[in-house]
């Protein structure tokens, strides 16, 4: 018995060990679709590469012929090979979405983007020097990741009972967490607007500003930084 | 190497697809320069399109692209040549453009509008009918016609457009060789006496915002005699025309009675307009899907658009259809966006834009604006 | 009374002498049980060995519990023979039935003729009326798990699960065993061969239900999550090859996608143009057939309608998902007709149509590239039902204390 | 080993138990016995049955026991299962001749229906509600199929020889009536489908003239196939077939005398029910005419019957353009017919012809 006793401990500890180590990339991240619960889809079913130069870089690595074999998800609906397709971009409609309203949601991102494209265009052709022009980022795509990039927290602060008292206990974010909030913030910064504006226009606007490392969201995400900073103190209670 | 190669070849590439031309001249343009832009003056564009003539997404690009560039397309140009060889002593002729949402036809008409004014036509423009007949902004103005009987007027917008007439035809109107044919008795106090200048009743109609709709009635018949009488030539455009035909606008009475098209004055006033009982003139019309209501645009064909009614009453028309782009208006346009910073990233991505937009230009644009 | 006294101890003599060796293989006989019962046990197996406890169960004092499943693996072996005779019967006269020969008629003849004869609509393939050997009808039992003194044979009995637990600790014994291998390998410095290095690409772990079936036991689902935890820690250990057969006996083979691979060879028209339709493009509630004509200029008809068919910028970007993913796009005409659903379900039907019928038109590689994109894969997701007593078909109410 | 010991009688095998069980007594060894007690023979086991039996008995005083055992009535001998007789090799057609619904006694098969949850066998044939409610087809095995249409042979005449062609089939009979007959699963011989009757005719064969066969086409509305020329009645109303048939052939009848038969308000057809667009009587005209008058200055007073009767032809191109105009009326708007009308306007107002794209 004692020696049963011995054996299970190994097979708990690889219960709980084996945890694939997530990749830092949360761009690829995105990519792959997490299901906390079984879908239609067996497990054993691949996350799709539709991506071109993702493949290219699987042929390098000489890891397409292992995948071959195995069966693949269709890409979901939102997903194209278009060179314009970006993860962070979908992940974005979704947030924006309400009530399943793809169409619209996707229509304002696309308007927000536009306006940006415009605001720029226009500083574009106001900036003098051809250095200056230079400066200019006109892709609006590369100001929302900037911009997310930009606010994305490094610590956040939870809330831990210690003998009736709650601490604010700084931590460490997760990098799916941290990408959440981002955009959250973004989307919450932009909804306090007047009546009047339109959301596009809001959103180009805080994007903008995020983007430039200055705005609500920034100030957001520093405030947060200080107050963990700030709760140092408490750290301790989080293994405690 | 390879890289060097590619960046040199789609060099090559961009500069072999022009999309300019600088004949900016449109009657001097012919079929070569078919899906190259050439770019509007400035002070002209004020003046023809200061009050409305342009698409609202349109004036925006205007904005961001700081220039205003049209394509010259191949309706335009046909309608040109027609123009062209028309005998002005036979009754006008009536142009219908059709096309589908977003395929251009306000554009062309811009086009056409901008030859008129180069070929020192009188310009009577109305920038979109639906604006009177279908648009109801919170204060409306709307009153009976004193001289119509069960007629209704829209005095502030007749004004707005008496402005832009005046203000589209200013170097004819200073000539002042423009004289209204008989007297016109507003009130007891007020009238426009018989050989006043055409300018003096378009600023009574201005002035006196209650006559306008009256005003452009009499400046219509006045446009007519002097066109009968070779004083001067005529170039009709009117975007958006079936909505005088179809059966309802979305005005209502104070009594909350509906307003059919016919009810309104400034129908009857541009109704007798497209008639072809006058001479030395050209009409342009455009049936456009979007100037009636959502459950008659199933068709953008202009029998369907017009109704019978109205099919009648511009019988015979030339009908010239507005298009998608071509293969080649397609390169140009992108190349065009290119270089108005509009449209980036790798070249084999516009294969992809042109399936999805189907070559329709306001898709391609809207397609092109996030990226 | 000497002699009856001599007899007597010479009696005595000989059962000490006997009663050594007969205990001793009574001990034998105690290890059959052992292993009988710790292995999963099959239908004919577990007949034969039953006999031999029948009779053994008259000479021996049996537990209460034993005499127990004595009597019902009696009853039960009685009544599977009956039902054994009884298909045997039921086939040859259905045989006669159809007018074929009994000696060749197979199981699949048996299904046909059910079919033909009951025929039923019924939407649930299980509920319609069958015919099949009661090996497959009636589910298996476990052998007895105890001596006749009530003992149990297994050391895990008292889990209630032995066999599974006994999977897990096999598992784990053989873990250890790969680790002190390893050990031994990397002290002589000896390279493994690289042909003997184990693929199990290809082929998956057991379901749950195979599982089950295969332990005689029922698993949760936490517990499968385990065996699949345990056993992929297994196999990622670099001398798991060693294993192999252990291994491979927990894993079933793919019913790979090698069919979508299989291309059909496109039909040519009166201009000799090749064209392939595919009919049964499924996605949601749409449905229609899609029709790709080689030398084309990239022309895409939808219900007479081009692209402007669908409105909406996505579902236009997946119409034209695969044709920009093979570079097709300038090369071939399409031509698709579909109904129902809405404009995504649509336009994803026609995105797995295009794709499956290019399959003709495209080379091996971009077939590949294909099938690890997905869009060979047919998104076979269905609306989920409403559920009774709550607003969705995963949403509750909201919680209300009371 | 064992057997020898089993023939051993039951004075020695007591001894030995007696014996062995001194000799290798030891206090809380109770196993080795346990083991012993193997060697004991089936006699000797059937002694100790009644000893093992652990069973407390109950004390019984008013024999309640043996009153209920006496209630129990034992059912009569069920007689075995008529399929149980069954040879396999027997004529199934005998057994089964006609259509009835399952029974389970008569059917010879392990058959099994039902939906059951995991890890249950489905019920058996014997009352099965569920078997009887699905059809079968136990009468009309292949075997059987095949005999009977042997035995229906010889009243089938030949198909006659001229009628050897589809094209033939149809010129002599032009009419086709279509009515299925069932063989059907259950007792019944009559589906309730077998009663509708369908007629299927050409138009063409009725040879009727354009204002006839206008009306029979607005009779018959959606009956009427124009890809195909049939006009297809189908008749359900009526029990009985005969009856069907009866009303389908007056249908067809009716119809056709009433579109020879012209009404009094036939005659009030006008303009506004625009079923036939006759440029000479639109307003289109009137505009053309008007329009060749004033650009050739003349006078154009003209008044509605003037304008009727003004002759096209004499408008150069005119004639082009009417058929265009009524085209572009008469069969619906769509690109074709706007290039014509186009094409015809233009020639009509001498202009230039429409380029084409290069």
New interface residues.
Partial sequence: ?SN?RY??G??AK??FQ?QSPRSNLWCTLMQYRFYPRP??F?D??QN???R?ED?AK?IESNE?T??????????A??E???VYHDPLVSKLINHVMKMGN??LA?NLVEKAFENIKRIQIERYHLATTPEEKAKVVLNPKDILHKAVENSKPLLQLLPIKRGGITYQVPGPITEKRSLFLAIKWLLEATNDKERTIHFPEQFAWELLDAANNTGKVVKRKQDIHRQCEANRAYAHYRWQ | MLSRNLRFLSRRYSQGVTFRTTETSPSQQNENQIGLFYTVNNDVCKQLFGHGGLPKSYMKQTKTFTETSLMVRLPALDIINCIKATDFDKPVIRYMLYG?IGAGKSLTLAHLLHYAYEDGYLIVHVPWVSEWLRRVPRHKEMSNSPTHEGLVDLPLDGAAWLLHFKMQNQVLLKKGNLKISKEYVWSKREQTPEGAPLAELIEHGITRVKYACDVIDALISEIKILSNSKQCKTFVAIDGFNTFFYPLTRLSTPTKKKVTPEEVTLTKSFMELTKNDWVNGVIILTADQLGVSQDHQESHLPKYLLYKKGFEHIDPFVPVEVGRYSEREFMSCASYYRDRLWLRGPRETE??LK??S?C?PYKFME?CAPL | MFLCYNK?SF??KL?LK??L???SR?SIILQNVYNYSSKATSQDNFYNNFTDWETLS????VS?AMRAYLERAKEHDEFMKK?QF??N??K???A????ED?ETFTQKDVDRA?E?????G?Y?R???????PPEE???ARKAAEFDE?GWPHH??FYTGKPNFFKL??D???N??DLYKYGDKVIRKKEVTDEKLLLNI??S?WLTKDQLEQLLVETVTDLEY??FK??M??LV?LPHSHIYKDFIEKFRKP?A??RFALEIPKPSYDENGNAFVTTYECLRKKARGDVTIKSPGT?K?TINGQ???YFE???S???V??P???TGM??KVDIVCNIEGGGP?GQ??AIR?GIAWGLRSFVDKDML??M?????L?????RRERKKPGQPGARKKPTWKRR | ??LI?CHKSVI?NK??KM??FI?NYKPGVAYNA???????S?TA?TVKQGE?E?EFRVLDILHKKGKLQKRVNRRADIQPDRSEK?P???N?GNVWPGPRS?HPSSV????????VPK????PGKKANA??MK?????HL???VV?SQCEALKKFCTSWPKLLNSEEAIEKNYPMEIISSDYCHASPTIRNPLARIVTLRVKLSNLKLDSRARDKFLRLVGDKYDEKTDLVTLTADRCPVRKQNMDYVNYLLTACYHESWTVEDWETDKCLEDMEYYDFDLNPSKKNLVNWYLMSNNEDNNLNDEQVKNFDVSKIPNGVEYKSAVSELFNEGESDLALNKYDTSVRKLLGLPEKKIAN
């Avoid at chain 3, 299980?126 to 099949?132: G, S, V």
């Fill in positions: 018995m049963f054996k299970v190994p097979i690889c219960v084996t879908t239609s067996p054993y079913f799709p590469i539709f071109k493949q699987l397409l292992k995948l071959a074999a195995l069966p693949v998800k269709p890409p609906a939102y194209t090979s278009s793809k169409k996707r | 589908e294969g992809e399936l999805a189907a329709n397609l | 007597m009696a005595i059962t006997q009663a060796p007969i205990a009574s008259k000479k021996k004092k209460k039902q009884e298909y019967i039921g040859r006269h259905l006669n039935m159809m007018g009994p059910v033909y004869l009951f025929p039923s019924i649930d299980a509920a319609r009326p069958l015919m099949k009808v009636f589910p003194a050391f895990l897990l600790y598992i784990t014994e873990i250890q690409t290809g998956v999550d385990n935890l345990a992929d820690r990622s793919l790979t996608q990239g895409i081009d692209l402007t909406d910028t996505q236009r970007e997946q034209i998902f044709l920009i993913f796009q300038d995504s336009s994803g797995w590949e590239a099938q690890l994109a997905g869009l894969t047919r998104d076979h997701r | 080993m064992y010991f020695l001894l030995i014996s062995l000799r346990q083991i012993l007690w193997r060697f004991n089936t086991e093992d652990e069954m396999t090799d027997q199934w399952f010879p098969l392990p058959i099994r229906q039902g939906y890890g249950q066998a489905p569920e078997l699905i059809p079968n087809f136990l095995t292949p075997p095949k």
